[in-house]
């Protein structure tokens, strides 16, 4: 398909509930899809339009919240990592992925796909934004024998702060190499990655993830002029989802440390318990007093009251209004990482709070519908699919 400026921006809004506070800001993704447009014409593609032996290229960003909000990558840090990448890795690709499901993340390579004519396939490695490269990477990190390419590119070109990495290494150890080079450089990294077969991918991706994000974004936005509660009830109804929380935030204690952005936000429920949410990059899990109410990969997402806008971890600031919405895991499409419990472990030391699995230090979660980390790749949605004014 060629989309066009309104298919764009119902992408990013939708990518942006998805997002669950983590995938880049609302801004930066308005503002990629608008330079995508000026560019030329992008295309996106059904999976199944594909060669099952063509290669397809993941497109990612790493970093903190803040340094993936908008402000630190242009497109031409992936056109600089995607030129490396083919004198690197000798391969050229037949289309672009996605690593994850975020209101900037679903452009990745619209831009690129604009300037050179390859396709955007409708094949992200995850349906909702995550906080770890492993989960962007397609199962490749259950094979440490296995050797890939990445190359990552970031910071003032010309300045002293500019990155230029490339690498192979099995996934896991090119992970930590780009997460570690963020974190020391305090700047987001542009990253091409993962050279992969088609018939590959379809058996590990979130097949679909952009087409269902249009559709969550189509919905929030033709229900946004009637007030977020009737944005919220009309979203519950297309994606099973429910609010967990309404009130204030009373505390957002965030702080970046090892290349994520984790910490506590506090909400201070309306006529009720306060609410804790976890946060690495995403919002992780929610608890009412040790009651765990919803667990990543559950998607959980933040609104501005007023404005019934989806919001970024960073954008819970004291004493703004919100509501927490939460959707199963059942009830998203998800990449087959999603399986893997044990990508929580590092998290969970980061954090200090258990997220699921063997050794936990917390209630299991209590979420309606929510089922152990055993579901099956892939799944998705059962229900039937159902003025701001335009930045594009």
Known sequence: MTPDAA??????????????????????????????????????????????????????????????????????????????????????????????????????????SAVTGIPVVDAPCNGRAHPLFAMGSLGLHRRPGLTSA???????????????????????TGGRIVRERAARSGVALAVARNPLPAAYVRRHAAVGGLAYAARVGRTLLAR???????????????????VI??????????????????????????????LRLHVCNELMAADDRGRRLAT?????????SQSGLPLGSAEATEGRAVAVFAVSRTRLILGSTM????????????????????????????????TPMRLAPNSQSRRPVAPLPSLL
């Open 7 to 112: 298919w764009l921006r119902a992408l990013v809004y939708g990518g942006a509930v998805l997002g669950g506070g983590g995938g880049g800001s609302l801004q930066a993704g308005l503002t990629a899809a608008r330079d995508a447009l000026a560019a030329g014409t992008p295309h996106i593609l059904a999976l199944d339009r594909i060669d099952p032996r063509a290669t397809l290229l993941t497109l990612s960003a790493v970093g903190t919240v803040g340094t993936t909000s908008g402000g630190g990558l242009s497109h031409r840090h992936f056109a600089r990592a995607l030129a490396v990448f083919e004198s690197f890795a000798g391969r050229t690709p037949a289309g672009f992925i996605a690593s994850e499901v975020g209101p900037r993340a679903v452009t990745y390579g619209l831009r690129e």
């Open 296 to 304: 990543f990969p559950d998607l959980i997402t933040l609104f501005d």
């Open 150 to 172: 990445a190359v990552a590119v970031g910071g003032a070109f010309g300045s002293p702060r500019y990155v230029e990495l490339a690498i192979r290494a099995n996934v896991t």
């Open 245 to 274: 929380g309404h009130g204030r935030v009373a505390s957002a204690d965030l702080m970046e440390q090892q290349g994520f952005t984790v910490g506590q936000i506090m909400l201070a429920r309306t006529g009720g318990r306060p």
């Open 224 to 242: 946004l002029p009637q007030g977020c509660s009737a944005a919220l009830a009309a979203l519950a109804k297309l994606m099973g989802g429910r």
């Open 339 to 370: 399986q893997d419990a044990g990508l929580l472990r590092g998290i969970e030391e980061l954090l200090g709070v258990a997220l699921g699995g063997a050794g936990e230090k917390s209630p299991r979660p209590s979420m309606v519908d929510v």
